[in-house]
């Protein structure tokens, strides 16, 4: 998990303001997903991508959109039209397909004041 | 889609005593199933997985079991230590990894 970061590790934003959350990994790794986490519900998914230039929505993928044009990169834009954006945002990513182990990042705190 | 639940949402043991977390899962196709421990503001570390074809694997302290007919999978953690405190994921995946929403796991010295 060492060959995954994110950045920042803090953020805060205005409401009506987009913010984008970076992804980077060195893990030579084909799958990355975008995770966000509430007190007490677990992991749920908002996107992923198994490919360069390819992406699926998740469960609550609504308010976020995303890109993946490296292979390294897989960044998440919260917009404003994210109702409730104020969570811990975890990226994630995995060898090839999605049985195989995901590694995660550190998370960004995300405050919307 | 895959769901996944797991039982408790909380558990408190004695240093010392084992500790079981259960997940049961929806999709009969699923094949993968990691648990990940997660510490106060870090990131989900795995610390054991299954796969479909076997029922049992154990690592030091931790084991894992897996019923596929009852689509369900437990953590085992036995001799348990303060260090263990933390919270629990389970996940199942075919395509789609999904996670149960965790047990906070106290272990009281």
């Known amino acids: 998990d060492g060959g995954i970061t994110q950045s920042p590790k803090y953020l805060f934003r205005k409401e009506g303001q987009n913010v984008t959350l970076s992804c980077e990994q060195n893990l030579n790794h084909d799958a990355m997903y975008w995770y966000r986490q509430d007190p007490g519900q677990g992991l749920r998914l908002i996107y992923y991508?198994?490919?360069?230039?390819?992406?699926q929505k998740g469960d609550i993928a609504e308010g976020y959109s995303v890109s993946r044009e490296k292979k390294e990169s897989f960044p998440l834009t919260v917009t404003s039209a994210q109702k409730n954006p104020t969570a811990f945002y975890l990226c994630a990513s995995s060898s090839r397909v999605s049985t195989d182990t995901q590694y995660f990042g550190p998370g960004t705190r995300l405050t919307v004041l | 889609g895959e769901n996944v639940e797991q039982h408790p949402s909380t558990l408190s043991v004695q240093e010392g005593d084992s500790a079981v977390i259960k997940c049961t899962y929806s999709?009969?196709?699923?094949?993968?199933f990691p648990w990940y421990k997660q510490e106060l503001g870090k990131r989900p570390q795995l610390i054991i997985d299954?796969?479909?074809?076997?029922g049992e694997k154990k690592d030091q302290r931790i084991a894992v079991t897996l019923n596929k007919t009852a689509k369900h999978f437990s953590l085992h953690i036995t001799e348990t230590q303060p260090e263990d405190s933390a919270v629990y994921f389970c996940?199942?995946?075919?395509?789609?990894?999904?996670f149960g929403a965790g047990t906070r796991l106290t272990v009281k010295p």
């Open positions: 996940a199942a995946s075919n395509n789609d990894m999904r």
């Open positions: 999709d009969s196709a699923s094949n993968y």
């Open positions: 299954i796969r479909s074809n076997v």
């Open positions: 991508s198994q490919i360069v230039n390819d992406f």
